[in-house]
C-alpha cells in the first residue's frame, strides 16, 4: 500500500513537468545512455508500475490453490444434493441453477469478496480476527489484562469517535454488562467451533465425491470400493500433513487453474451440446417459479443448492496470505465465471438426462477425457480438504492466543513462510473423526446435509459480527447498516430454515462436533478467566514489599528468579507464597508475565515492556511479554536471552534519563516519562525510587539524548552507576537463573451447582493435566524449574 501511494505522489509530480513527458518506449531504448534524475524518476515509476501488476497476477494466480480450492470443489456434489430423490420436472434445473446464479452473487461475489473482505485485521481473516478488531474498539474482552501501554503499538490500529454519536452508544451499551461481553464471546466461539467442523466435513465430502467418479466409469464396482478408497486418500492426506506445504504448496494453484478451465470449459461443451436454452436461468423470475411449483420439497432442497457457496467462509478465513485486490481478481475473472459456465453445463445435461443426476458432474464429462478430469477433481479435492484443515491450525492457535483453547503442540512447517503450522494434536482428531463421517454416512446426501448447517451458521455469526465492525470500525450510516444486515439475513436464514429440516438426516453432526469444541473452549476460557480474577484479587500490597526491606525478610542469594505471572501489573499471590516458605530469595527478581493482544502481531522491537518495581535496592523488576494472535513461540527462538537483552537495555535507559539535564532534547520524552512513573505510582500506592516506564520502541529517539545532554558529574556518575548495576545483573545471571512458575489448582466450592462441578473439577482439570506445560513452550530446562503450587475455590 505505502508503493502504491509512493507511485501515486510521484506521478502528480512528474505529470506537471513538461520536461519528461517523453515515451516510455524511449526510455527502454536507452537503459545504457545517461538519463537525467527526472527521467530515472519516471524509468523507475513504469518499472514499479509493471512490476506491480506482475506482483499482483501472480498473488491472484496463488490465491486460486489456498483460498478458492474448497469452493471450486462445490460442482461434484451440488445436483445430487438438490434432487436426492431425483429430478420430477426439467424445469425445476432451471430453477435451482438460477437459485445457484444468485445464491453465488449475492453471498461469496457481493457480501464476502467486496465487503467482508474489506472487514480484515490488519490482513487477517475469520470470525477470530474480527473479534479481535472488535476488541481495540470497545472493552469486551473477557480477560480484563489491557494496560494502557498496548495501545501505544504500531500494530494496535484503531479509531475514535464523538461520545454522542451511534458508534459510542453502541461501545457502551456493549461495555455496561459483562454478559454481553460473555454473550459476544459466545458467538464467536460458535462461528469458530463451525469452521472447525468444516475442517471435518470437507475433506469427507470432497474426496468422496471425487472417488465417487471410479464408480461411473465402472458400473459392476460396489460402493465400499469407493468409501475404502476416499479412507485411503483421506488418510495420506492427514499423514503428510506434518511435511507441511512449503515445498509442495507451487503446485497448488496449477492443480486448481486447470481444475477451473476444466469445469468452465466442459460447461461451454454441454451448454453447446444439449441445452442452449438454460441460459434464460439468468433470470429471477424461474427462482419465484421453482419455489412456488415444489411447495415444501422446493424449500427443503435449498440445504443442497446452499452446498454451492461452501468454501466461501474459508475464502475469508485464508485471507492472510493474499491481499484483498488479488483476491478479487482472482474471483472475478476465474472463479465466478468458471462456476457459473460449471453449473449451467450440469443444467443443461440434466434438462436432458434426469436420470444421471446422482452422478451429474462424471456423466456430463466427455468420454475421451474422463480419467484425466477424474485425476484433476481427485487432486483439486485434496488442495480443498488441505485449506480447511491449515485453516483449522491457524484457528486453534487464535483461540489460544484468546484464552478459548488448552496449550497444544505447534510444530512450523516452514522456514520462509511463519504462518504455516502444524498441530499434531488437531490434525489427528481431525482424521478419526473425518474417517467416522465418511464410512458412517458413506454417502454424499448426509454428509452434504451436515455440511451445510456448518456453513450457514458461520455466515450467520459473521454477519452479525459484520454488523458490529460496520458501526464501531467503518461508523457507516445506520442505513447502510440495516440494509447490509437486512439483505444478508434474508438469504442466510432461508437457508438456515431449508437446513434445520435435514438436522435428522445428517445436519445432527456439526451441530454435535460444534458442541463438543465449544465446551471444551467455553470450560477452558472461563478457567482461564477466574486464574487470572483469582490472582488480581490476591495480589500482594506494594506497601507490604517495601515493608520487608531490601533484603525481602531473606537471603538474598546470588541468581536471577523469573517469577511467572499472569498480571501485568502488580505482585502476585505466588510471590508470597513462596518467600513465606522458603528461606531465601535470588539477588535479582524479575516477574514475567506473557500476554496476547488483540492484534494480529506484535513487532519483535516491541515484544517487551519493563519496568523497575519498588526502589533500585530491591533489585525486582516486571518484564511482560506481548505477542499477538498470530505470533508463535518458536523452540529455536532465545526467550530468556531476549528477555535479559531488554532488561540490560532498560537499566541502561534508566541511568541515562536519571543523568540527563533539562535539555531541549530531553524535555521531548520529560512528559510521557512522567506519565509512566505516575501511572506506576498509582498502580504500586507509594512513591519509591526512580521509575521509568519504556518500551523498547522508543530507543531510537532516546539513545541520542545521552550523547548531547549526559554532561558534567552527574552524567559520569550516572554512567559508573548504569554500568555497576549492568555488571551486577550480568554476574547474576552467571551465577544461575531459575523459572519459578506457579501450579494453580482451581476447584469448584462444595456449594457450587452440580453442572459447575462438572465444568470445574472434571473437565477443566481433565484439559489442564492434558495440555501443554508453560515450561515446555517457553523451552524452560528442568533443572532450572521451579513449581509453586497452590490451590483456589470458584
Known amino acids: 500500500m505505502n508503493s502504491s501511494m509512493e507511485i501515486e505522489g510521484r506521478n502528480d509530480i512528474d505529470e506537471d513537468s513538461e520536461s519528461n513527458r517523453g515515451s516510455m518506449w524511449d526510455l527502454d531504448q536507452k537503459l545504457d545512455q545517461p538519463m537525467d534524475e527526472e527521467a530515472g524518476k519516471l524509468k523507475t515509476i513504469y518499472r514499479e508500475k509493471k512490476f506491480s501488476a506482475i506482483l499482483l497476477l501472480r498473488l491472484a494466480f496463488q490465491s486460486l490453490g489456498v483460498v478458492y480450492g474448497d469452493l471450486g470443489?462445490?460442482?461434484?456434489?451440488?445436483?445430487?444434493?438438490?434432487?436426492?430423490?431425483?429430478?420430477?420436472?426439467p424445469e425445476d434445473v432451471i430453477g435451482a441453477l438460477s437459485l445457484i446464479i444468485y445464491s453465488l452473487t449475492l453471498i461469496p461475489l457481493l457480501k464476502y469478496v467486496f465487503i467482508v473482505c474489506k472487514a480484515n485485521d490488519n490482513g487477517q481473516g475469520g470470525t477470530l480476527a474480527l473479534y479481535s478488531l472488535l476488541c481495540r474498539h470497545a472493552k469486551v474482552k473477557t480477560i480484563p489484562n489491557q494496560h494502557r501501554t498496548d495501545e501505544d503499538l504500531t500494530t494496535y490500529s484503531r479509531s475514535t469517535f464523538h461520545e454522542q454519536s451511534f458508534a459510542a452508544k453502541t461501545k457502551r451499551w456493549l461495555e455496561n454488562y459483562a454478559f454481553r461481553k460473555t454473550g459476544l464471546l459466545i458467538l464467536v466461539l460458535v462461528g469458530t467451533c463451525m469452521v472447525i467442523g468444516d475442517g471435518i466435513l470437507t475433506p469427507a465430502i470432497s474426496v468422496l465425491s471425487a472417488a465417487g467418479g471410479i464408480k461411473v466409469n465402472k458400473p459392476g464396482m460396489s460402493g465400499d470400493?469407493?468409501?475404502?478408497?476416499?479412507?485411503?486418500?483421506?488418510?495420506?492426506?492427514?499423514?503428510?500433513?506434518?511435511?507441511?506445504?512449503?515445498?509442495?504448496?507451487?503446485?497448488?494453484?496449477?492443480?486448481?487453474?486447470?481444475?477451473?478451465?476444466?469445469?468452465?470449459?466442459?460447461?461451454?461443451?454441454?451448454?453447446?451440446?444439449?441445452?442452449?436454452s438454460v441460459l434464460k436461468a439468468f433470470s429471477p423470475v424461474y427462482v419465484y417459479r421453482y419455489l412456488k411449483r415444489g411447495g415444501r420439497d422446493g424449500f427443503m432442497s435449498l440445504g443442497g443448492i446452499m452446498l454451492s457457496i461452501t468454501g466461501t467462509e474459508a475464502l475469508f478465513a485464508d485471507l492472510a496470505h493474499f491481499p484483498v485486490s488479488a483476491i478479487q481478481l482472482a474471483f472475478t475473472v476465474v472463479v465466478f465465471p468458471c462456476l457459473l459456465l460449471a453449473y449451467s453445463g450440469q443444467a443443461a445435461y440434466l434438462v436432458k438426462n434426469k436420470e444421471h443426476v446422482v452422478d451429474a458432474f462424471y456423466r456430463s464429462i466427455p468420454e475421451s477425457i474422463y480419467w484425466p478430469v477424474f485425476l484433476i477433481a481427485t487432486a483439486a479435492a485434496v488442495v480443498a480438504s488441505q485449506a480447511t484443515i491449515s485453516a483449522t491450525f491457524s484457528i486453534i492457535?487464535?483461540?489460544?492466543?484468546?484464552?478459548?483453547?488448552?496449550?497444544?503442540?505447534?510444530?512450523?512447517?516452514?522456514?520462509?513462510?511463519?504462518?504455516?503450522?502444524?498441530?499434531?494434536?488437531?490434525?489427528?482428531?481431525l482424521m478419526i473423526l473425518c474417517i467416522c463421517v465418511t464410512a458412517g454416512f458413506k454417502n454424499q446426501s448426509q454428509i452434504g446435509n451436515a455440511y451445510g448447517t456448518a456453513v450457514v451458521i458461520v455466515m450467520l455469526v459473521?454477519?452479525?459480527?459484520m454488523v458490529l465492525i460496520m458501526i464501531l470500525v467503518w461508523r457507516c450510516h445506520w442505513i447502510l447498516v440495516v440494509l447490509f444486515t437486512g439483505l444478508s439475513l434474508v438469504v442466510e436464514c432461508t437457508y438456515f430454515s431449508a437446513v434445520l429440516f435435514k438436522v435428522d438426516q445428517g445436519g445432527w453432526v456439526p451441530l454435535v462436533i460444534a458442541g463438543a469444541f465449544l465446551i471444551v473452549m467455553y470450560v477452558w476460557h472461563y478457567g482461564t478467566l477466574k486464574r487470572y480474577e483469582f490472582e488480581m484479587h490476591s495480589k500482594v500490597s506494594m506497601a507490604w514489599i517495601v515493608g520487608l526491606g531490601p533484603s525481602l525478610g531473606l537471603v538474598r542469594v546470588p541468581g536471577i528468579g523469573l517469577v511467572y505471572t499472569e498480571l501485568a501489573s502488580g505482585v502476585p499471590h505466588i510471590f508470597s507464597h513462596f518467600i513465606t516458605n522458603l528461606p531465601a530469595i535470588h539477588s535479582v527478581v524479575v516477574f514475567v508475565c506473557v500476554k496476547y493482544l488483540p492484534v494480529y502481531t506484535v513487532p519483535e522491537e516491541e515484544r517487551f515492556l519493563v519496568k523497575r518495581i519498588g526502589p533500585k535496592n530491591f533489585r525486582m523488576f516486571r518484564c511482560v511479554a506481548r505477542y499477538g494472535y498470530k505470533d508463535l513461540h518458536k523452540k529455536d527462538d532465545d526467550f530468556e536471552k531476549k528477555l535479559f537483552d531488554s532488561l540490560f537495555l532498560f537499566v541502561r535507559l534508566e541511568s541515562m534519563m536519571d543523568?540527563?539535564?533539562?535539555?531541549?532534547?530531553?524535555?521531548?520524552?520529560?512528559?510521557?516519562?512522567?506519565?509512566?512513573?505516575?501511572?506506576?505510582?498509582?498502580?504500586?500506592?507509594?512513591?519509591v525510587g526512580s521509575v521509568v516506564d519504556t518500551t523498547l520502541s522508543s530507543i531510537d529517539s532516546i539513545v541520542p539524548v545521552k550523547v548531547t545532554t549526559t554532561v558534567g558529574s552527574s552524567g559520569q556518575a550516572s554512567s559508573q552507576t548504569e554500568v555497576d548495576e549492568v555488571e551486577f545483573l550480568r554476574s547474576c545471571q552467571d551465577a544461575g537463573v531459575v523459572h519459578i512458575m506457579g501450579n494453580t489448582v482451581v476447584r469448584a466450592r462444595r456449594e457450587s451447582r452440580f453442572y459447575k462441578k462438572i465444568a470445574v473439577d472434571?473437565?477443566?482439570?481433565?484439559?489442564?493435566?492434558?495440555?501443554?506445560?508453560?515450561?515446555?513452550?517457553f523451552n524452560v530446562p528442568h533443572e532450572s524449574l521451579l513449581n509453586v503450587g497452590q490451590v483456589f475455590y470458584v
Not at 492427514?238 to 481444475?259: C, E, N, R
Not at 492466543?401 to 489427528?428: E, M
Open 225 to 276: 470400493v469407493v468409501i475404502v478408497v476416499a479412507v485411503v486418500i483421506l488418510v495420506c492426506l492427514f499423514s503428510m500433513q506434518h511435511y507441511g506445504t512449503d515445498k509442495v504448496g507451487w503446485l497448488f494453484a496449477p492443480i486448481v487453474l486447470l481444475w477451473f478451465l476444466l469445469i468452465g470449459s466442459i460447461g461451454i461443451y454441454n451448454i453447446c451440446k444439449y441445452d442452449a
Open 462 to 465: 459473521t454477519t452479525l459480527l
Open 762 to 777: 472434571y473437565i477443566y482439570a481433565f484439559l489442564r493435566k492434558i495440555c501443554r506445560e508453560h515450561s515446555v513452550i
Open 397 to 429: 492457535k487464535q483461540a489460544h492466543a484468546h484464552g478459548c483453547f488448552p496449550r497444544v503442540k505447534v510444530v512450523h512447517t516452514s522456514k520462509n513462510f511463519l504462518g504455516q503450522i502444524y498441530v499434531p494434536d488437531i490434525n489427528w482428531i
Open 659 to 687: 543523568g540527563c539535564s533539562d535539555s531541549d532534547e530531553y524535555s521531548l520524552y520529560g512528559q510521557q516519562t512522567q506519565h509512566s512513573r505516575d501511572g506506576l505510582l498509582n498502580e504500586n500506592g507509594n512513591t
Open 73 to 89: 470443489t462445490s460442482p461434484l456434489y451440488v445436483f445430487y444434493n438438490t434432487f436426492p430423490k431425483g429430478i420430477s420436472d
